[in-house]
């Protein structure tokens, strides 16, 4: 399990406890293996009100990934990069590699990090997924989240880089109802420029 960030709408650590107890009548015994920045393994661990049981913590274990540094999960290859999101804490990106073949998960996001850019220099991904909260619109004074003109600047440095080219699918994701864009406007916006507006249920062929 990836965790980017301890934001409410990323990570309820109440969620762990229905692994367990009078919860599920089918109680797993495999290890669940999370990895997150610090500032989420310290809201689990102080966490009072609907904690998990012993019995499900026992079978839950945490890691903190230093950024930049690739480790094996399973049969992936995991990147952590960093984002540009929280003021108070460390929040990550993933990139996930299988079988040659790389996903980006590149939200909650401002434009990414200078570290960031200069460490996905000449990795290349296949399938991106960017930040797109304020779809159209504009952000403001936001500084943690993107609109579609900061994909495009991410798009055209990643091709500067060496990140992407013309086989590398992206897709615009994390919107906001008060965007104020229909998903339909978005499509329209968006794939006369190379991308994909989110919706639920889709899939890729890499």
Known sequence: LLITHSHIDHFNPTIFRYRGGFYTSVKSEEILEVYSP????????????????????????????TEFEAFSAGKYQIYPLLAKHA????????????????ILLGNDSDLY???TFNYLKGIH??????????????????NSHMNFLDNLRVKEKFYHNGT?????????????HSCNNTHDELCRAMGS??????????????
Do not use: W
């Not at 610090?38 to 990934?65: C, D, L, W």
């Not at 003021?87 to 790389?102: A, G, P, Q, S």
């Not at 420029?193 to 890499?206: E, L, P, R, S, V």
């Open 113 to 115: 990090p200078d570290e």
């Open 87 to 102: 003021k108070k804490e460390k929040c990550y990106l993933y990139v996930i590699e299988k079988d040659k073949k790389r």
């Open 125 to 142: 991904i296949d399938l991106a997924f960017l930040d797109c909260t304020y779809g159209l619109s504009s952000k403001g004074t936001d």
């Open 164 to 176: 992407a080219d013309d086989s590398t699918i992206f897709i615009s994701t994390h919107f906001t």
């Open 38 to 65: 610090p500032a989420v393994k310290e809201i689990y661990e102080q966490m009072e009100r609907g904690k998990p049981s012993n019995e499900v913590k026992s079978k839950i274990v945490f890691s903190i990934p």
């Open 193 to 206: 420029y190379g991308f994909t507006a989110a919706y639920d249920g889709m899939t890729f062929d890499i």
